[in-house]
């Protein structure tokens, strides 16, 4: 995912582009993250942050709802983090960086 990296890296900073790789992978990367969260009703959220308007926000509680307990503390883990710096860091950065990824508004095709 070097493409990835470089779009990252400039959003979440060089500590949070792994998390963020890690969720893109094990999710079927950008659109089975979209899915993920349109699953677990946060389709109008997400969407938001692949279209070219206002992205809006999610809490650290949705975040943790949407990836699941057992990933949020293996991403903790590797992350040197406490599950609930790593859910207020995402839900900080996860919308700026799918925005990033979406800059036409729309899931590129991989």
């Known amino acids: 995912m070097g ?5 990252l890296g400039g959003v979440v900073g060089s500590a ?7 969720i893109l992978e094990q ?3 950008l659109q089975g993250v979209v899915n993920q969260f349109e699953q677990k009703g946060l389709g109008e ?4 942050w ?5 992205n809006l926000p999610i809490t650290a509680d949705q975040i943790h709802q949407v990836l699941g307990s057992g990933a949020v503390q293996e991403l903790a883990q590797k992350a040197g983090l406490s599950v609930p710096e790593l859910t207020q860091k995402l839900s900080q950065l996860l919308p700026q960086a799918i925005d990033k990824m979406t800059p036409a508004g729309v899931v590129p095709k991989t």
């Open 27 to 29: 999710n079927g990367g």
């Open 3 to 7: 493409l990835f990296d470089g779009i």
């Open 16 to 22: 949070m582009v792994g998390v963020v790789n890690h």
């Open 50 to 54: 692949v279209g070219t308007g206002q």
């Open 45 to 48: 959220t997400v969407r938001s």
